[in-house]
């Protein structure tokens, strides 16, 4: 089944430096991808989308690159903030009739420190 | 923004017990979905529904039932709770799968 690959669960960074987070996936489609971040104590929520064209979605200074060709959906920040300690979850969807199911990782711990 | 309302937001239930746990949205959106969080294990899809009357099971149906009896209510069903089931539950709403979905802000259950 489809399945969605997140292989850090802790990440600890020096403010101003760069973030990557990884995600793969693999699925019988082409799917959607999505990265949702969440706050402590609060509800995920949507960070970035992958569009069904070439565009790279870019959100609050994070971008991503969908790579069919190497199944992965990358998340990353020329420099990180404080603020942007939060839990990040990757997510598939498969899209189309049958893209109803939406699967997640299981997510990657970001801290940032001063 | 889109509300996906959960409640009780919190539940202390006793093992053999049966649990509800209710969601309503007002968006009048087609999908909704039930998840549990934990801790390594990220999100997990327990149930799923594309409509009224309609319920698919997600990845870790076992030990739940879900119910949407309409578009705006969709329920999560422990029928005999299990210390197992302690966690917490995010219900969450979108108009398909390929769109951006609005989580509740979860119930957290623990089951003694």
């Known amino acids: 089944g489809d399945s969605v690959t997140q292989t850090e669960g802790l990440v600890t960074l020096t403010e101003g430096l760069p973030v990557m987070l990884n995600c793969t996936y693999q699925?019988?489609?082409?799917?959607?991808l999505f990265w949702y971040v969440q706050h402590l104590n609060e509800a995920p929520k949507l960070l970035l989308k992958?569009?069904?064209?070439?565009k790279r979605p870019e959100h609050q200074g994070f971008h991503a690159t969908l790579h069919k060709s190497s199944s992965s959906f990358h998340l990353q920040k020329s420099s990180a903030q404080l603020s942007d300690s939060a839990l990040y979850y990757c997510?598939?969807?498969?899209?189309?009739?049958?893209?109803?199911?939406?699967?997640f990782g299981i997510g990657t711990l970001l801290s940032v420190k001063p | 923004e889109a509300a996906v309302t959960q409640s009780p937001r919190n539940k202390v239930a006793v093992t053999g017990g049966k649990v509800t746990l209710s969601c309503n949205q007002t968006?009048?959106?087609?999908?909704m979905y039930w998840y549990r969080q934990d801790t390594g294990h990220g999100l997990r899809l327990i149930h799923y529904?594309?409509?009224?009357?309609?319920?698919e099971k997600g990845d870790i149906p076992d030990g739940y039932k879900a119910s949407r009896p309409s578009q705006e209510n969709f329920s999560l069903i422990l029928e005999l709770a299990t210390p197992s089931q302690t966690s917490v539950y995010f219900c969450?709403?979108?108009?398909?799968?390929?769109?951006?979905?609005?989580f509740g802000k979860g119930t957290r259950l623990t089951v003694v």
């Open positions: 699925s019988t489609y082409s799917p959607f």
């Open positions: 529904s594309y409509g009224a009357g309609s319920t």
């Open positions: 968006n009048n959106h087609n999908n």
């Open positions: 992958s569009f069904t064209d070439n």
């Open positions: 969450a709403s979108g108009v398909r799968g390929n769109t951006e979905v609005f």
């Open positions: 997510a598939l969807s498969e899209g189309g009739s049958s893209g109803n199911k939406l699967i």
